[in-house]
């Protein structure tokens, strides 16, 4: 069963918009609506409304369970824009183009999962904590410990040209 929720005339930019879509497309919808929410982009607070209303839909329209839900698609398209302009110098102008967009999201339920949003979440950080209690190895090596460093002398300039100071 697939959710479809869609957002129009939104006062930003696609592009900006365009960014945090393609974070969460193919994201569990909780999982999607966690990152979201801890987003600091401004176009995070549009894109976390449809999806939570996308989520409502399922919930109330088609009687889904949440944790059963993923982002199938999300699609950023333009609207109309709103032509400006601005004053220059010397009697000129110049235009402002602001952006609207056309925000489309499908959420579908995933095969063969009933298992609840929050309980998926729960098991997946206790994965990710046995897997650092084992003892696996993080990309980035630690380093050693050494000697501080100290800052070496270096030759004062005197008139652009590097000359050894006579003290």
Do not use: C
């Amino acid at each position: 069963m697939e959710v479809i929720a869609k957002a129009r005339y939104i006062r930003m930019s696609p592009r900006k918009v365009r960014l945090l879509a393609g974070l969460i497309r193919g994201m569990d919808a909780v999982r999607a609506e966690a990152q979201l929410g801890f987003s600091a982009k401004a176009a995070a607070r549009p894109v976390l409304k449809l999806l939570r209303s996308a989520i409502a839909n399922a919930e109330h329209n088609h009687k889904l369970d949440r944790g059963g839900l993923f982002v199938k698609t999300i699609t950023v398209d333009g609207g109309p824009v709103l032509k400006r302009w601005r004053a220059r110098a010397h009697g000129r102008a110049a235009p402002i183009k602001k952006r609207t967009s056309h925000i489309n999201i499908v959420l579908a339920e995933r095969e063969g999962e009933s298992v609840s949003g929050l309980k998926a979440a729960l098991v997946g950080k206790k994965v990710e904590k046995a897997v650092e209690s084992k003892g696996v190895k993080s990309k980035k090596p630690a380093k050693p410990a050494g000697k501080a460093k100290t800052k070496t002398a270096r030759p004062a300039k005197v008139g652009g040209k590097a000359t050894k100071s006579k003290r």
